[in-house]
């Protein structure tokens, strides 16, 4: 990807292929950027940002409850969501893209966003994150008049950050790298992400540009790798369980 993004139109075409270019070809990147990089990269920065902070307004507290709390019904709730875990969402988008269309949402950032808010793996996964924790943390918590929410907030969240971080990155990179869902949820310019900006690079003049399409893919690499150096210690921590400190 890297090597072809930075070679000509016809070294791109050469076969066998040409693994380096004789001179590197830096402004096609410049043209994927002119291309792509304000409205879809703002709308990808948009969505993504929106979707992670609206899920953990919403997995934190479902994830607390399942964990911590008895209530009629549970195992039953908490087993629609692993429900909604294992169902794709290739086989719901049908009835959700005619709800969406009924509010008028189709022309929106909305239909890419409001379906996500709920993360059926974050909640499974901060569940058994949050049942690590010993009760009589909490409980100690209670007595000292903490609120639910100042538990959730200063020792949960806190002492969770390995799972938290995970959460984050996988959801990242998710819905970073989503094509058919705002492909079928779309149908204009103005709020379509990175992936189908990188897409509209593809023909011109009946030839595929394979340079500027491949430039266009480093584009939308980059941020996911630096995501990740951010975030790859905390990965490890919340797959490797070492104790409550």
Known sequence: MIST???????????PPTWFPAVPQWRNFVEALKSVFLTYFRNSVIITCSVIVLQMAVMIPAAYAFAKYKFFAKEFLFGIVLLAFMIPGQVTFIPVYLMLADFGWI????????????????????????????????????????????????????????????????????????????LVMTDSVEVRPLTLG????????????????????????????????????????????SGIK
Do not use: C
């Open 107 to 182: 022309k929106t950032l909305l239909p890419q966003i409001v379906p996500f808010m709920s993360n059926a793996f974050g909640i499974f996964l901060l569940r058994q994150y949050f049942m690590q924790i010993p009760q009589e943390i909490i409980e100690s918590a209670r007595l000292d008049n903490a609120s639910e929410f100042q538990i959730m907030k200063q020792i949960m969240i806190p002492m969770s950050m390995p799972a938290l971080a995970t959460i984050a990155l996988f959801s990242f990179v998710s819905h970073w790298n989503d094509y058919f869902w705002p």
């Open 5 to 15: 993004s930075l070679q000509t139109l016809q070294e791109t075409l050469k076969f």
């Open 198 to 241: 990188i897409a509209t690079l593809r023909e011109s003049e009946g030839i595929t540009n394979w340079h500027t399409i491949m430039a266009g893919n480093v584009i939308l690499v980059v941020p996911i790798l630096i995501v990740y150096l951010f975030a790859s210690k905390q990965i490890l921590k919340a797959f490797v369980y």
